[in-house]
């Protein structure tokens, strides 16, 4: 075992920048930290013997942020002998010894292609007191057949491929990601089974263009056909997925989500603009007609479906007319949320070198038109859940203002965030379990349901966050243990255990 002294463990934190890919990315540092013998610091522990920065190269001044958080830890270590600072992820993948130049208190830098050798390099740079960058062009192992420390009993991320193969001109993804690289259907449903065994209920498929999963074993309608093998698997509630690409979806997808009762009416569908013209110099190789077709086959399939999606103003060129047309396919598509973006630089793509970059202000007043739109909608659309019983799976984390307004928090089928009373049931409803309630009161981003709650059902996954137990998986390759109905416990005396 790695020790800090005396024979205790040596302890970690683990900082996650970014996307889902990168938050699934940080469950598989921990699972390797911990096989290798560290512990996981308290959150309060400002000076864990390991820090690793899971970075995202997409944002906008991740790099300013990434360099502001080491110079921040600087001291710290300067303070604590032995401590070491990780930087992997996208910005790692991009700026290599770039990191260990910039700011040389660093120990270890590690690409997205490798993670699995942070402990080892954890250990040399220990041993060579000697900074350690590792970054590979391509993966050495699929990171999936790594063991993984997840963070939640209820729900879990199963990567269903890597990398893309789309060259969208904004984006800088593929260059870091690399090549799409799809799983085998087995090992994908093996490790669903192997979280559900451990009781979590929902799971979230994941990657950069999941319609395009199968592309490596000629199947184009591979996608479709594991999300209907998902509704084969007892004890799997919710299946949900992200993200497609507007270009490969099929009809087939639709099927197989109106007709597997598991797979949730929720559906994630980046636009990034409404207008044809942006649309072609971004490489997105559909159009808005396609794109409102969509939607409009999935509300035909599913009248229920809440709708989400991704939407950037100010791409370069975009003109007045552009922009309205944005607008125009978004009071169309009647999104229940969208995530919006201002359009930023990113060097190494080519839309950061492309003629008529738009000017900040101009940018800045299409993004609170795009806001103010695009709430007026949501919120109209909420509205018409006012008096419906909605089935929420209780979260933690998910509701900032719960512990002043008594409330809990969880997610509905369709994805829209609920806050609700537990009424007479508190202190009795965990982070995992089921409630059935009544919308009372809509927002824009979310629903409140404050009337007495209809049902709760306890589940495997509130039992395991009551006594304190994150799920483990081990690679899928190494075997599939599993744990088994856990230990019947005492009920909470009041509030909410795993909180």
Same mark, same amino acid.
């Given at each position: 075992?790695?020790?800090?002294a005396a024979g205790s463990p040596r302890t970690y934190q683990v900082r996650t920048y970014g996307c889902q890919m990168n938050v699934h990315?940080?469950?598989?540092?921990?699972?390797?930290?911990?096989?290798?013998?560290?512990?996981?610091?308290?959150?309060?522990?400002?000076?864990?013997?390991?820090?690793?920065?899971?970075?995202?190269?997409?944002?906008?001044?991740?790099?300013?942020?990434?360099?502001?958080?080491?110079?921040?830890?600087?001291?710290?270590?300067?303070?604590?002998?032995?401590?070491?600072?990780?930087?992997?992820?996208?910005?790692?993948q991009k700026d290599r010894g770039d990191i260990v130049r910039k700011a040389p208190w660093v120990d270890v830098v590690f690409g997205t292609h490798n993670i699995g050798s942070l402990p080892v390099l954890l250990e040399r740079a220990r041993h060579n007191t000697a900074a350690e960058?590792?970054?590979?062009?391509?993966?050495?192992?699929?990171?999936?057949?790594?063991?993984?420390?997840?963070?939640?009993?209820?729900?879990?991320?199963?990567?269903?491929?890597?990398?893309?193969?789309?060259?969208?001109?904004?984006?800088?993804?593929?260059?870091?990601?690399?090549?799409?690289?799809?799983?085998?259907?087995?090992?994908?449903?093996?490790?669903?089974?192997?979280?559900?065994?451990?009781?979590?209920?929902?799971?979230?498929?994941?990657?950069?263009?999941?319609?395009?999963?199968?592309?490596?074993?000629?199947?184009?309608?591979?996608?479709?056909?594991?999300?209907?093998?998902?509704?084969?698997?007892?004890?799997? @509630?919710? #299946? $949900?997925?992200?993200? =497609?690409?507007?270009?490969?979806? &099929? !009809?087939?997808?639709?099927?197989?989500?109106? /007709? *597997?009762?598991?797979?949730?009416?929720?559906?994630?569908?980046?636009?990034?603009?409404?207008?044809?013209?942006?649309?072609?110099?971004?490489?997105?190789?559909?159009?808005?007609?396609?794109?409102?077709?969509?939607? @409009?086959? #999935? $509300?035909?399939?599913? =009248?229920?479906?809440?709708?989400? &999606? !991704?939407?950037?103003?100010?791409?370069?060129? /975009? *003109?007045?007319?552009?922009?309205?047309?944005?607008?125009?396919?978004?009071?169309?598509?009647?999104?229940?949320?969208?995530?919006?973006?201002?359009?930023?630089?990113?060097?190494?793509?080519?839309?950061?070198?492309?003629?008529?970059?738009?000017?900040?202000?101009?940018?800045?007043?299409?993004?609170?038109?795009?806001?103010?739109?695009?709430?007026?909608? *949501?919120?109209?659309?909420?509205?018409?859940?006012?008096?419906?019983?909605?089935?929420?799976?209780?979260?933690?984390?998910?509701?900032?203002?719960?512990?002043?307004?008594?409330?809990?928090?969880?997610?509905?089928?369709?994805?829209?965030?609920?806050?609700?009373?537990?009424?007479?049931?508190?202190?009795?409803?965990?982070?995992?379990?089921?409630?059935?309630?009544?919308?009372?009161?809509?927002?824009?981003?979310?629903?409140?349901?404050?009337?007495?709650?209809?049902?709760?059902?306890?589940?495997?996954?509130?039992?395991?966050?009551?006594?304190?137990?994150?799920?483990?998986?081990?690679?899928?390759?190494?075997?599939?243990?599993?744990?088994?109905?856990?230990?019947?416990?005492?009920?909470?005396?009041?509030?909410?255990?795993?909180?």
């Amino acid at each position: 075992m790695t020790t800090a002294a005396a024979g205790s463990p040596r302890t970690y934190q683990v900082r996650t920048y970014g996307c889902q890919m990168n938050v699934h990315d940080s469950e598989r540092i921990s699972g390797l930290l911990e096989q290798a013998g560290y512990v996981r610091a308290a959150e309060a522990d400002e000076q864990p013997d390991v820090v690793v920065f899971n970075t995202c190269a997409v944002r906008e001044n991740a790099d300013n942020r990434l360099y502001g958080n080491l110079g921040h830890l600087r001291p710290v270590k300067d303070k604590h002998p032995g401590m070491q600072i990780a930087v992997g992820g996208c910005l790692a993948q991009k700026d290599r010894g770039d990191i260990v130049r910039k700011a040389p208190w660093v120990d270890v830098v590690f690409g997205t292609h490798n993670i699995g050798s942070l402990p080892v390099l954890l250990e040399r740079a220990r041993h060579n007191t000697a900074a350690e960058v590792e970054i590979l062009e391509s993966l050495d192992v699929f990171p999936s057949t790594l063991p993984t420390r997840r963070e939640s009993t209820y729900a879990g991320w199963v990567s269903i491929s890597v990398g893309c193969n789309n060259t969208c001109t904004f984006c800088i993804v593929p260059s870091l990601r690399g090549k799409e690289k799809d799983r085998r259907p087995g090992d994908i449903l093996s490790e669903v089974r192997a979280l559900v065994d451990e009781g979590v209920l929902e799971v979230t498929l994941l990657g950069q263009n999941v319609n395009s999963y199968g592309v490596e074993f000629g199947d184009r309608y591979a996608f479709g056909k594991l999300l209907r093998a998902c509704g084969d698997i007892d004890g799997l @509630e919710r #299946v $949900r997925f992200t993200s =497609p690409h507007p270009k490969d979806f &099929t !009809d087939d997808v639709i099927a197989a989500m109106a /007709e *597997t009762p598991n797979v949730c009416h929720s559906l994630h569908m980046p636009l990034q603009s409404g207008s044809d013209d942006v649309l072609r110099a971004m490489r997105r190789s559909y159009r808005s007609e396609r794109y409102l077709g969509i939607i @409009e086959k #999935v $509300r035909a399939a599913m =009248p229920d479906a809440a709708i989400t &999606t !991704d939407i950037i103003v100010g791409f370069p060129g /975009e *003109t007045d007319a552009d922009f309205e047309k944005t607008l125009d396919v978004v009071r169309e598509a009647r999104f229940s949320s969208a995530f919006t973006f201002q359009y930023s630089k990113r060097p190494g793509t080519p839309a950061a070198t492309m003629d008529g970059q738009l000017p900040k202000q101009v940018v800045q007043e299409r993004y609170e038109r795009l806001i103010a739109t695009v709430e007026e909608i *949501t919120w109209a659309e909420n509205r018409k859940l006012v008096g419906e019983t909605v089935e929420v799976l209780v979260a933690v984390g998910e509701g900032r203002k719960d512990e002043r307004t008594g409330r809990l928090s969880g997610r509905a089928r369709d994805g829209r965030l609920v806050h609700f009373d537990a009424g007479s049931l508190a202190g009795q409803i965990r982070p995992g379990d089921i409630v059935h309630s009544t919308v009372t009161y809509a927002a824009p981003h979310h629903l409140n349901a404050d009337g007495e709650p209809l049902s709760h059902r306890r589940t495997r996954a509130g039992d395991a966050a009551e006594a304190g137990r994150a799920p483990r998986t081990p690679g899928v390759l190494l075997g599939l243990p599993t744990i088994g109905a856990p230990a019947t416990v005492p009920a909470p005396t009041g509030g909410c255990a795993a909180r």
